[in-house]
Structures are given as structure tokens and as C-alpha cells.
């Protein structure tokens, strides 16, 4: 079974922080909680919740194709938000996303009381294949 850890430089890097933003096995992407940090680190869109999801999705598809996948091969996504409110603008640009890609996958969202970083609204992970 092919292992092959994918670390873009067409993203921020995440070495610091002891994880990787994606990972192969055989035909299979697991694609880390990806969040509104630029290639810098820096956060877009401080206390807006649309910019962090654009980007979140910008950084989620620059990880797919680097991985030689896309999000038309996502089959799950996990998105996870600070609050419910947030919910009708995430699904929004999901919704729109998944519809340029050409499907809409499985999706599981949770509201949780905090992310790792008190200033991420949004954070989105995926399982896509090759």
C-alpha cells in the first residue's frame, strides 16, 4: 500500500506543529482540518466567518491537488464551527464549492466551543480518493 505524506508549499507550513496537511494511503487522501491561514500562516478574515470558509476551501483544494486529487474526489468532509449561526453562510459557499466540483459529498458539521486558535471560525477536514 503506497504511504505519502503531502506537504504543498502551495500552503502554510505545518511542521511547527507536528502534523502534515495530508496523507496517502493507497487510493486514499486524508486531508488534515484545514483553516483560514494564508501560505504565510497568516489568518484571512479575522471575525469573518465567509472569508475563513473561502479560504479554508482554497487551502482544502491546493492539498487535494497536490496530492493528485480534487475536491470533484472528495467523498466526506468534517466541518467543524465555533457557532451554530455560522452554519447558513458555511453551508452557502460548501454548497456552491461542491456544485463547481460536480458533486455534493457526505458531510458531518459540529459546533464546538473552541478550535485550537480562539480566532478560527471554521475548520473543514476531507477523505477524498485519486
Known sequence: MTF???QPNTVHDTTAFSYSHAVRMGDLIFVAGEVARDINGN??????????TEQVFKNLRA???AA???LHKVGKVLVLT???EYR???HE?????FKEAGHLPAS???VVSSLADPDWLVEIEAVATI
Open 82 to 84: 465555533t457557532k451554530l
Open 93 to 97: 459557499v460548501r454548497s456552491r464549492v
Open 63 to 65: 492539498v487535494l491537488e
Open 68 to 70: 493528485g486529487s480534487g
Open 108 to 110: 458531518t458539521l459540529a
Open 4 to 6: 505519502k505524506v503531502i
Open 88 to 90: 447558513p453562510i458555511i
Open 43 to 52: 489568518l484571512v478574515g479575522k471575525g469573518d466567518v465567509r472569508a475563513q
